[in-house]
């Protein structure tokens, strides 16, 4: 194993290194010289008080750790890689409620009640309403359009609205507080960019405003249930179902990992068809099934979560102490050469494509693949449809954040 070639304090979480770029050229570094690689940090500077993590770059390993729960876990510092300095270790404890930060048997326990919300059936019941908001999202945005020389906001105005309806007809929010999950989401997720002048703090407090929300919500249908998901995971304490605060911190899971993600898929996917005309042509002509999928790997919404070594262990000929965090590289391991033929090469037809934009397998793998992917393809035919035309009318506007890979602004024009 040689030594990689990286600046004296390169981090793969510095927020202001992936508001301009998601490192592909180090991560191709690592995965040849150092796939398991000590990333040192200024001591709290991620909100741990430690002095850095083991950043994963290969798909094999990436896998390895995400399939083995007892040897990395998600409880120990939670999921994500790196919160501001600012935070108290009680505000990251605080975040192990959420399914996300569980390990089993606990995630095995919640996880096996709300995946009742992500059944075939349950999916395919919500796609005429979600088919139905797609094209008159889509029809909105041409008509912003028409009122502009033909310009508009494809983020603002297209890819976040149907991520939104989505999970607030899955969990039967009304239409008119439909708005303030957007809202909320946003805070939780944006607190590393400057523009929003979001601090941890106000995430912290969006968070809580989110959470009793939903806990009212679960409260009215165990008073008064409706044929909808939340009664089926409320209705029934003691029997298999959901405390009202569980669900609470399940809807902010839907809230950022369901509602953000997919939006960011979203906004990635139009762009990488507006950079590669050739596969916009292939895909308004013949819309293959395979397009979502590539997508979500073009993209890989989150760059990044972490695992707490269990114990002293081994991985990629590395020895790993117990209590060090380990980095999984989502964003390395979708364009891991071993895997993926031309991993540079956006390519809707790619079958197969074993990409990990939805988790690398074992207990973490997304609930909600199949809602995000009947998401992903119901905009893009409703956007092939109504907006063939669209072009490219200035580069994407990157969110600044330590473990997302964001857009917030992606301005589009009518030919």
Known sequence: MRCPHLPDGFDFTDPDLLQSRVPHPEFAELR???PVWWCA???GIAGFQDDGYWAVTRHADVKYVSTHPELFSSTTNTAVIRFNESISREQIDVQKLIMLNMDPPEHSRVRQIVQRGFTPRA???????L?????????AALSEADKNNGTFDFVTNIAVELP??????LIGVPQEDRTKIFDWSNKMAAYDDPEYAIT??????AAMELVSYAMNLAAARKECPAKDIVSQLVAAEGEGNLLSDEFGFFVILLAVAGNETTRNAISHGMHAFL????QWELYKRERPATAAEEIVRWATPVVAFQRTATQDTELGGQKITAGDRVGIFYSSANNDPEVFEAPERFDITRDPNPHLGFGGGGPHFCLGKSLAVLEINLIFNAIADVLPDLRLAGEPRRLRSAWLNGIKGLAVTRS
């Open 275 to 278: 950079t590669h005309p050739d």
């Open 131 to 139: 088919r139905d908001r797609a094209r008159s999202i889509v029809d």
């Open 123 to 129: 999916i395919r019941s919500l796609e005429g309403a």
């Open 164 to 169: 939104l309806q989505a999970i607030a007809e």
């Open 41 to 43: 940090q200024p001591t």
């Open 200 to 205: 941890e703090e106000i995430g912290a407090e």
């Open 32 to 34: 040849q010289t150092a």
